[in-house]
């Protein structure tokens, strides 16, 4: 597609419950990049693939959280036993090459998950 | 660890006025750094690069190394400018950006 796709844009979930939350990446982005905002902050680093190897998982918050890209395109963003603290948005972002040699990001509109 | 900060919430401006966005980072090394900007109901987006040095929409951003600074000017605000700008810094050959806590720059006509 043209460009990030994240779904479903908004997400209820009782506390306790399950979730899963898709990435559709720009076609061609090895590189693909989960961020959680929360109210009033920046986007914080969770997990980044290249291609279908999950090179950085340093930010998932806890043992509940879980990403894959099985075949180097989409990617799931797990999280179980959702808590109230997991209340944010969560954003994707792909790239074809990696920040640290200048490239930028292009984000999805993130899905906004609020845990009652 | 690396840290980027931004010291305002909100700016807020005339039409006209010039505009600077305060960023602060620490890191004794050579970052990266970057402005992504979000417009009202849409995604998070690249604004510019420092590695490009390049001027986006009248904005441009130098890197200060000594002040560990890399504020974002315009010297002439539009109303179009009024968005979520948000400072973000990765290190050589990583590949996550951290991100500040944004400023709210509003421009008012």
């Known amino acids: 597609g043209a460009g990030v796709s994240q779904s479903p844009r908004y997400k209820v979930a009782k506390r306790g419950q399950d979730v899963a939350l898709r990435c559709d990446p720009i076609?061609?982005?090895?590189?693909l990049f989960w961020y959680q905002q929360a109210l009033g902050q920046g986007p914080e680093f969770l997990t980044y693939?290249?291609?279908?190897?999950?090179?950085?998982k340093s930010g998932l918050p806890s043992d509940r959280f879980f990403a894959e890209r099985p075949e180097g395109s989409v990617s799931t963003l797990k999280i179980q036993r959702t808590q109230q603290e997991d209340s944010a948005v969560y954003l994707c972002?792909?790239?074809?090459?990696?920040?640290?040699?200048?490239?930028?990001?292009?984000f999805g509109s993130g899905t906004r998950l609020t845990v009652v | 660890a690396q840290r980027v900060t931004q010291p305002e919430k909100l700016l807020s401006v005339f039409k006209g006025a010039p505009v600077e966005l305060k960023c602060n980072y620490s890191?004794?090394?050579?970052?990266?750094l970057f402005w992504y900007v979000q417009y009202s109901r849409q995604r998070l987006q690249l604004l510019l690069r420092?590695?490009s040095r390049e001027s986006i929409k009248g904005f441009t951003a130098d890197l200060n190394k000594g002040e560990t600074s890399f504020h974002l000017k315009k010297p002439f605000a539009q109303e179009e400018d009024s968005a979520m700008y948000y400072c973000?810094?990765?290190?050589?050959?990583?590949?996550?950006?951290?991100f500040g806590t944004g400023t709210r720059l509003l421009v008012s006509p």
């Open positions: 973000a810094l990765t290190i050589t050959g990583f590949q996550k950006l951290v």
């Open positions: 890191y004794s090394g050579s970052p990266e």
């Open positions: 076609s061609g982005h090895v590189s």
């Open positions: 972002a792909s790239s074809s090459g990696l920040p640290g040699a200048g490239y930028g990001y292009t």
């Open positions: 693939f290249q291609n279908e190897a999950q090179l950085d």
């Open positions: 420092h590695i």
